[in-house]
């Protein structure tokens, strides 16, 4: 396995020295018609990076980059022409006027989504190319901006192969600066989001400010393409960024390979090579685009990427994982507290707590207190709200009357963002875990608040980054292997067997270093050995000095490591008491199994 | 009539019924009993062609009906009543009523008479015909949850918890009423948390735990069962009477 | 003013003809219709066809094209839809059908050329006087052509056992299936209805707005527009908001230059789904996790 991953790296690292020579000499072997188009990729990598960081890796899609990109060349050319700015000063100010428009366009993102949100990109593309076809005073109209000057330091004129390397060193930064993001908490966080945005939330993820920061880099990317398409051709015209041009964006990452960084250097180069390949192309062009479109869906994941990863390991992608192990195996374990403080006894505590939707009353004055530093276990038959009692607990939902203390403090704001950050963590009923992202950095998003990477240290990967990554992977390994997942690190998520899964699950909450841990209902769907092996790591939980509050179905394992059982009915609650009381209490007897009748 | 044969059934990596075998026969009320999350609901959805069983064979009148169509297995004679009752709540009583006969729908005739048979068992439901279904009581909104599933004329009735969420006198109500359409030769599998209730009126249980059959017996004999009440709330002390089978973690 | 408000009703009448295509289809499958636009091109194109080269009867155009294109929508279910299962968080078929959608036009281009065709309108061009308003023939035709249709498909999902069986499994796919419904077969049918009714709305508008394989992605934008506008799946809605949005836009154009007419359907789109994504109509649920 280890030589397999070594093997693995160690052709990446060449193909890449391998391309990057070619790339550097092409030019000098080819004629300006090659060059040109070299150029034209170029920028549609750029483009296409920016909207595969918003799409592939956030996972919201956008038919509005046409705009975007429009938006960067607009502002190159207005500046260049009407104020007579050079390239150097152009270039900055169109990415950071498209990133402004990134922001409002990540804006609907808050509220909307999938589907929806789509549409409202292909409106806002198709309201930017109104502006430009009506502002005639402004944007010249139909006719576009002529003029636009090449880029020049002194006298030294960016002209072909100048112009080809001025756009092959842009590139260049653009991929490597969107690589150190991915491999970051940013990207991971991106990654959460497009993977399951419930649970990027209770990890302690501000959903919300990260879609933004999504389509704001992304809309960065579109302008500074823009910018250098505007003083490569030296006129522009609405033609050029069209809803039809939203399309093509989405088909360069589509085919290429969403959610990797190759992808769209790949979807690029093909998709601009091969109108150059199929002759009287342009007739077909849309019908190609939309079979690829299909088939790029139907038949083939993560496009041509993908086709070649799997051809190259055919499922046996390297599993090493002990490269972040840290050579002494002695690991000290810090990922949980031994710390105990003291908020009156009870960490937690719900007072009169109501929450009912529509007509329909989940949890109906209920009053419950959470002890620091035990296993707390909250039962009852099917549909008693038990699990409204956690997403109440975990900010999921308001509740409708009374309030909920955590450490002392009346909790008012109800984000699950912001509980995450004062310390409860949580599993879900059903799975939710990040499906396509390893098990590692399932583990690694939890630790997303704790984790010390500024945006432009990660940009650059400064070592202090390169450290605070490198620390976090150790951690994450560590508690990988309190729960005996750490040979499946570098595997995706759904890849592992369910029970698994949900340890995985556990693993990602403990992440948060949380001060109260809350399972909804972890034992479903495990096997009798699993369970066992459950109840000993819940054990060793509470040992280490979390609080655990649990909602739990099978009664042998919440018999045997409560310390105390709150039990509900209809939201209510029937009865409480410590294990061997709940087991002879005649109401609780009577809710699980009902009342004979005559 | 119905005989179900090592079935398991999982959700995508999810093993949430284990090799169940058990069998209903002609003119039999059985139940089948346990706690939330032990498969029950998952069996039914197998045997009406909802899920796909990952092993296990399902026979129908000694023919295999195994992965079956939906549509297919109502047109055979079995008709399954869902859990939480979902009754179409924007439609009327009437229209239900309609749908639930949807695969004899040809036949006016026969759902005509369907019609008259279920009115003359809930009467109430024949005042409130012309009601939007959303409109009535959680105990109405039961009797036509059964009523519909009784309009495809079905041999073998399945029914999901039916007492879930009613008041007692309710209960009491629904249960004669099944009782009574067994008596008319409707064969019936029931599926039910409140154990006690169940057993009274089926002829056999059977007591799901955790995806497994761990008990079974006549009614009679398993209320008197104490191990039942442990499948609920849990054994006094740790009881490891089945060996671990799977590797371990 | 009221001449101006009058066209934009007429307008409106066919955006809710889109809206109700996008809704059949989005209430029992989940799923927006990326291709909806391309629907009504097509009905355009094979109705100006049927009718000027081969001569066919109105009516038995609007038939025509009812089943062509409703055959091909079926087919777009097959091919773009079905495939992906149902799964309505899945960003997979708004690729599909978009790209479906792009090979219906570039057909379309094949079929009849890039250029606006003139379609001639089935009443002579003699405009009635009414309260100073000039109203067209062809302009009435869409009124009633359009009342008609929303009505008909109200009846359908009232009366008939199969409306209902939609219905039912609009809103529960699974019990639907309990009750021997064949769900598939009923998401088919949707399918052939959206299509069907796309068709009419293209071979109404020509005679006002011309003909053109391009003519789709607009029609089909403002279409969804009135959806939102109106709530996603709500049948009145769709009508509502696809008048509201004709009478609108028509009125806007006082204001602002023509060209900026079309930008005006999202706008009105957009902030209605950022303030009530429900729609006017709608009401907002809160999400259960």
């Known amino acids: ?598 | 009539m119905l005989r179900v044969t090592g079935l398991s059934v999982s959700y995508g990596s999810v093993n949430a019924v284990k090799k169940v075998s058990f069998e209903v026969a002609k003119g039999e009320i059985v139940a089948i009993i346990g706690s939330n999350g032990a498969g029950k609901t998952t069996i039914l959805e197998t045997i009406s062609g909802i899920l796909k069983p990952s092993e296990g064979k399902i026979e129908y009148q000694e023919k295999d009906i195994t992965g079956q169509k939906a549509e297919k297995i109502v047109r055979l004679g079995i008709s399954h009543m869902p859990e939480g009752r979902k009754i179409f709540p924007d439609l009327t009583v009437e229209d239900n009523l309609l749908l639930g006969g949807w695969v004899r729908r040809r036949d006016r005739q026969i759902i005509q008479q369907n019609i008259d048979i279920v009115f003359s068992y809930f009467p109430r439901l024949k005042e409130r015909k012309a009601q939007l279904a959303g409109t009535l009581s959680g105990g109405e909104q039961q009797m036509l949850a059964i009523s519909r599933a009784l309009m495809s004329s079905p041999n073998v009735l399945l029914l999901d918890e039916p007492s879930l969420g009613l008041a007692p006198i309710m209960v009491q109500e629904i249960y004669r009423i099944i009782k009574e359409l067994n008596s008319q030769g409707l064969t019936i599998l029931l599926v039910e948390q409140m154990a006690y209730l169940a057993l009274k009126v089926a002829s056999r249980g059977y007591v799901l735990e955790n995806g497994r059959i761990v008990l079974n017996g006549t009614g009679t004999e398993l209320l008197q069962n104490p191990k039942v009440i442990d499948a609920y709330l849990g054994g006094k002390k740790k009881n490891q009477k089945e060996k671990p089978k799977e590797a371990s973690l | 003013m009221l001449q101006q408000a009058f066209g934009g009703l007429v307008m409106g009448f066919i955006y809710s003809l889109v809206a109700l295509g996008y809704n059949i289809i989005f209430a029992t499958s989940g799923v927006i219709n990326f291709a909806q636009g391309e629907l009504v091109m097509l009905g355009a194109l094979f109705g100006l066809s049927l009718l000027v080269s081969l001569k066919i009867p109105f009516v038995g155009v609007l038939v025509s094209v009812v089943l062509i294109v409703g055959t091909v929508s079926i087919l777009l279910n097959k091919v773009a839809v079905e495939p992906l299962g149902k799964d309505p968080s899945a960003i997979g078929w708004v690729i599909t059908t978009l790209g479906a959608g792009i090979i219906m036009r570039n057909l379309a281009m094949f079929g009849w050329g890039r250029e606006t065709l003139f379609f001639p309108a089935v009443f002579p061009d003699k405009p009635l006087i009414f309260f100073r308003i000039t109203i067209l023939p062809q302009e009435l035709l869409i009124i009633f052509a359009a009342i008609l249709m929303v009505s008909l498909i109200e009846v359908f999902y009232s009366r008939t056992i199969f409306g209902k069986a939609i219905r039912a499994t609009a809103h529960d796919y699974k019990t639907a299936r309990l009750m021997g419904i064949g769900t598939s077969n009923i998401i088919a049918v949707c399918f052939l209805m959206s299509g069907g009714l796309s068709a009419i709305a293209g071979v109404l508008i020509s005679p006002i707005t011309f003909a053109s394989a391009e003519m789709g992605a607009i029609i089909g934008l403002k279409g969804f527009a009135a959806a939102i506008l109106g709530g996603l799946g709500n049948s009145r809605g769709a009508l509502v908001g696809g008048l509201l949005l004709g009478v609108l836009e028509a009125l806007a154009v006082g204001i602002v230059t023509p060209g900026f007419k079309d930008a005006i359907a999202f706008i009105l789109m957009i902030c209605i789904l950022l303030i009530k994504p429900g729609g006017i109509m709608g009401a907002i649920l809160e999400k259960k996790v």
């Open chain 1, 1 to 598: 396995m280890q030589s397999l991953k070594r093997r693995y790296k160690y052709l990446q690292m060449l193909s890449l020295l391998f391309v990057s020579v070619l790339l550097l000499l092409m030019p000098f072997f080819l004629n300006t018609y090659y060059v040109r188009l070299l150029q034209l990729i170029g920028i549609y990598v750029l483009l296409a990076t920016g909207l595969n960081l918003v799409t592939g890796y956030t996972g919201q899609v956008s038919l509005g980059h046409g705009g975007l990109y429009g938006i960067g060349a607009y502002t190159s050319a207005l500046l260049a022409t009407k104020l007579g700015l050079s390239f150097w000063v152009a270039l900055p100010l169109s990415i950071l006027v498209a990133a402004v428009f990134g922001v409002i366009l990540g804006f609907p993102s808050l509220r909307i989504r999938g589907p929806y949100l789509a549409m409202v990109t292909i409106g806002f593309g198709i309201i930017i190319e109104k502006i430009m076809v009506e502002w005639t005073g402004l944007t010249g109209g139909p006719i576009g901006i002529m003029g636009i000057p090449t880029p020049q330091i002194g006298k030294f004129l960016f002209t072909g192969n100048r112009m080809y390397f001025l756009i092959l060193f842009l590139v260049g930064i653009g991929l490597v600066v969107a690589h150190n993001l991915i491999n970051s908490k940013w990207g991971r966080a991106f990654v959460a989001i497009r993977e399951n945005e419930i649970a990027a939330g209770a990890m302690g993820i501000n959903v919300r400010e990260f879609k933004v920061i999504a389509f704001t880099l992304s809309a960065a990317y579109a302008g500074a393409a823009g910018s250098l398409y505007s003083h490569l051709s030296g006129y522009i015209s609405p033609d050029s960024f069209t809803f039809n041009f939203s399309i093509f964006s989405l088909l360069l990452i589509v085919v290429g390979g969403m959610g990797t960084i190759v992808g769209p250097v790949i979807g690029a180069a093909v998709l601009t090579f091969l109108p150059e390949v199929l002759h009287g192309f342009d007739k077909y062009r849309l019908l190609i685009y939309g079979v690829l479109l299909i088939i790029s869906v139907l038949a083939m994941q993560e496009g041509i990427v993908g086709l070649i990863k799997r051809k190259i390991s055919s499922n046996d992608m390297p599993q090493d994982s002990n490269q972040y192990l840290p050579e002494k195996k002695t690991l000290k374990v810090g990922f949980l507290k031994t710390v105990r403080r003291n908020f009156n006894g009870s960490i937690l505590e719900l007072v009169n707590v109501s929450k009912s939707f529509g007509g329909l009353t989940a949890v109906n004055r209920l009053n419950m207190k959470v002890v620091e530093g035990t296993i707390h276990s909250l039962i009852g038959p099917n549909g008693a709200g038990k699990s409204t009692v956690i997403n109440l607990i975990s900010g999921f939902y308001r509740p409708t009357s009374g309030e909920i203390k955590f450490k002392g403090r009346v909790v008012s704001v109800f984000e699950t963002h912001i509980q995450a950050k004062s310390g409860i963590a949580r599993t879900f009923q059903n799975v939710q875990l990040y499906q396509k992202a390893s098990v590692l950095d399932n583990v690694l998003v939890g630790m997303h608040l704790r984790i010390n990477e500024g945006f432009w240290g990660t940009c650059l990967k400064l070592p202090a980054v390169r450290r605070s990554e490198n620390l976090a992977r150790q951690e994450a390994m560590a508690l990988l292997r309190f729960l005996g997942l750490e040979r499946y690190a570098e595997m995706p998520a759904e890849k592992l067997p369910y029970g698994h899964q949900k340890l995985l699950e556990i693993a990602r909450a403990l992440a948060l270093q949380p001060d109260l841990l809350l399972l909804d209902e972890p034992a479903a769907g495990l096997n009798e050995t699993e369970v066992v092996e459950l109840a000993k790591i819940i054990t060793q939980i509470k040992e280490k000095g979390v609080t655990v509050l649990l909602v739990e179905h099978q009664m042998n394992l919440v018999m045997e490591i409560s310390d105390y059982i709150t039990v509900i009915d209809y939201g209510k609650k029937i009865a409480e008491g410590p294990p061997e009381v709940i087991q002879n209490d005649q109401t609780v007897i009577q809710a699980y199994l009902g009342t004979e009748v005559a």
